[in-house]
């Protein structure tokens, strides 16, 4: 069993920065954050391995704004998020694999794709919200 508690959301200008934190409690193969806009599907942003055996995603909407980064240690999962603009609006989740579905992914086609069935379990959200 795996429970996640994310935290760090708010509303923020356009050009504004933010980190959010995710406390993982389980055992994980492959963490990542999704974000869900309104009235749109849930997009992977981010993924980092656990075991630092698959390769870390960032999705290219926001490559050289956010970082994923875990401590695995504190057992958190982090994504700093710079130069926010309003497409960045959505409800933030992360995701945990335990399975090692990403893994074998990795494995078999030689890069890292994110979807939503291949997590295992999700925390609750936390809203990031970009206006002026």
């Known amino acids: 069993q795996v429970h996640l508690v994310e935290c760090g959301g708010d509303s923020v200008r356009p050009g504004g920065s933010l980190t959010l934190s995710c406390e993982i409690s389980g055992n994980t193969d492959y963490m990542a954050w999704f974000r869900q806009a309104p009235d749109k599907t849930r997009e992977p942003v981010a993924g980092?391995?656990?075991?630092?055996?698959?390769?870390?995603f960032i999705s290219d909407s926001v490559k050289d704004r956010f970082t994923i980064s875990l401590d695995n240690d504190k057992k958190t999962l982090y994504l700093q998020m710079n130069n926010l603009n309003p497409e960045d609006t959505a409800m933030y989740s992360c995701?945990?694999?335990?399975?090692?579905?990403?893994?074998?992914?990795?494995?078999?086609?030689?890069?890292?794709?994110?979807?939503?069935?291949?997590?295992?379990?999700w925390g609750q959200g936390t809203q990031v919200t970009v206006s002026s």
């Open positions: 995701a945990a694999d335990v399975e090692g579905a990403t893994h074998h992914r990795f494995l078999r086609f030689g890069d890292v794709r994110l979807a939503s069935g291949m997590f295992d379990y």
């Open positions: 980092i391995s656990t075991a630092g055996d698959t390769p870390t």
